[in-house]
């Protein structure tokens, strides 16, 4: 009797590890924005864009997660909802996670207890809780944002595994974010990226280059592009960059043709890069920045 109930335990936990997702992320060319505001509202100038461009998903910024020095990786900047969400658009919740809450000792003070439930649960319930709270419905996905390092890859994606079976035992699945410098790793484990390019370069270097994008900064990584084993989108930036700098007031916005170029070059080596696009991020200024027939071009599969 009691090695039948084992058995039968076992095969239940088996059956709700290998729950899929219900649909796969990437299946036909797709337009989507970043929304990386602290309250999700929408004026009539992101509204007609959204159906201009045929916006079909939404990669909303929910909250942050920093490390607090006693109580340890804390939730921090959450989004409030003062619009609703648009019935026809897909919204991807999405988690940046500054890379210190990866150190070692601050995930396992979240084992310690047998009874404490781990980041990754707390991160997945928290999403789900905020989609019940502001019916947000339709949800197939979820995002983490991390710009991890070499160092502290392998605990980001043992991190990442525990959000990949956390999301999937409820049905979504996992996207992550990739920075170029991230793609002389091997591929984490997720349903799929998006290349970040933009803040490719070093903004202590804005006397010689764009830090938003700059081709240069971009082409010694296109090697790694065809061999990287996970699927990607691509997301390209249309934001304006400002910072004071010893009392001068720099501005760099990224350059329409620099845009064009780095789209030119990446989908010449993985086609699936245009597949999904993405512009970061959702805004009625960086909207008026670029032309329609711009928009268009970026746009274009």
């Known amino acids: 009797m009691k090695k039948a109930l084992l058995c039968l335990i076992a095969c239940v936990l088996c059956c709700a590890s290998c729950v899929q997702p219900s649909s796969s992320p990437i299946t036909e060319p797709m337009n989507a924005v970043y929304y990386w505001r602290t309250v999700f509202t929408l004026d009539s100038t992101e509204q007609a864009f959204l159906v ?14 920093v490390l607090d020095a006693e109580q340890g990786p804390m939730p921090n ?115 799929y ?42 997301a390209y930036p249309v934001f304006l960059w400002q910072r004071d700098i010893h009392g001068a007031f720099i501005e760099h916005v990224a350059e329409y043709d620099d845009i064009l170029r780095t789209k030119q070059l990446v989908e010449a080596e993985r086609s699936d890069l245009r597949q999904l696009i993405l512009t970061y991020h959702l805004d009625t200024e960086n909207i008026k920045r670029y032309t329609p027939t711009q928009y268009e071009t970026i746009y274009h599969h």
């Open 52 to 65: 201009s461009n045929n916006i079909r998903r939404i990669y909303c910024r929910y909250f942050d997660v």
């Open 77 to 191: 900047a959450t989004i409030s909802f003062a619009s609703e969400m648009p019935d026809s658009i897909e919204i991807v919740p999405t988690v940046f996670i500054m890379n210190d809450c990866m150190q070692e000792a601050q995930l396992e003070r979240t084992r310690k207890n047998s009874n404490e439930v781990g980041l990754a649960r707390l991160i997945v319930e928290r999403i789900l809780q905020m989609n019940e709270t502001h019916d947000i419905l339709h949800v197939r996905e979820l995002q983490i944002d991390c710009d991890y390092t070499a160092r502290n890859r392998t605990l980001y994606y043992r991190f990442l595994d525990e959000v990949r079976r956390e999301a999937r035992q409820r049905g979504l699945a996992l996207s992550v974010t990739i920075r170029l410098h991230q793609l002389s790793m091997p591929a984490p484990p997720a349903d």
């Open 193 to 234: 990226g998006v290349l970040m390019l933009y803040n490719t370069g070093d903004p202590a270097r804005y006397a010689e280059r764009n830090p938003i994008l700059d081709i240069r900064d971009v082409q010694p990584y296109l090697r790694y592009l065809r061999g990287y084993a996970l699927p990607m989108g691509a």
